[in-house]
């Protein structure tokens, strides 16, 4: 049963049911079974039977923070996630995160978003995080078969000729193009 579809008052009536079975004496797992509760409401039911605690006659439940970024706003922020880099707008950083995000939605629509409320909402849209390619974006892909084909087993071959080991370093001994983290993007298309 999803709860969040039904009205307040009917939850709250069922809630209460569920405690005063419970109450009586019946299981947690018989109750949650019967009326199709979330294993999350078992905890509560077998851990505190008080009906306080379960939120029985509390206030009626308010829409997410997410939920107030919809239609054409959310459209917006999926172009801008899957379309565009962060540094386009002014962040010193490659990867787009939660707060970034947050902090593009405050600024274009003046709602304040948490970070877990974004991570809800790029869910919704079907984006997730993603790590990013560890690939150069001006790598030649011809150029890079001929190499393997070609160039280096010529390089391998006279290697063992010469009995050499052969070595790849790198000047530096850390990538200049390395991003620590994630980035989000569309579930299953990972870019950069």
């Not at 006659?57 to 923070?65: E, I, W």
């Not at 948490?114 to 990013?132: E, F, M």
């Amino acid at each position: 049963m999803d709860g969040r579809k039904l009205k307040h008052e009917v939850l709250t009536e069922l809630r209460k049911r569920a405690v005063a079975r419970v109450q009586s004496g019946e299981s947690p797992e018989v109750v949650v079974r019967a009326m199709g509760f979330s294993r999350a409401c078992y905890l509560q039911l077998a851990g505190h039977v008080s009906c306080r605690w379960l939120g029985c006659s509390g206030r009626p439940q308010t829409r997410r923070p997410s939920a107030q970024v919809e239609g054409p706003h959310d459209c917006w922020v999926y172009r801008v996630v899957v379309g565009t880099d962060p540094r386009q707008y002014k962040f010193p950083f490659a990867l787009w995160t939660r707060n970034a995000i947050a902090a593009l939605i405050d600024q274009r629509y003046g709602i304040r978003l948490s970070a877990n409320s974004v991570g809800r909402l790029l869910a919704q849209l079907g984006i997730t995080p993603q790590k990013p390619l560890w690939r150069a974006y001006q790598q030649d892909p011809a150029r890079v078969r001929q190499w393997i084909e070609e160039e280096y087993p010529a390089i391998a071959k006279a290697a063992k000729r010469f009995g050499a080991e052969i070595w790849f370093a790198d000047e530096s001994g850390l990538r200049s193009d390395y991003h620590a983290g994630t980035t989000w993007g569309v579930k299953g298309q990972t870019r950069w």
